[in-house]
């Protein structure tokens, strides 16, 4: 299945935060705003992973 993501964070917390624009997103996790990405959950989980190896 298929999922709105951040693409900095790998987070399913994003909104759509302009309707007139719909590629602008906010991230409630890292503060990202932008465009997201569909992926899947292996997806999903490689971007948190090296968000989180980054971060640190």
Known sequence: MMH????????R???WIIPQNWS???C???DYTGPVIEA??????EIRENYK???D
């Open 13 to 15: 917390n994003v909104k």
């Open 28 to 30: 409630y996790d890292c």
């Open 4 to 11: 709105k993501i951040c693409p900095r964070c790998g987070s």
């Open 53 to 55: 190896e980054t971060k």
């Open 40 to 45: 899947d959950e292996e997806l999903e989980k």
């Open 24 to 26: 602008q997103w906010e």
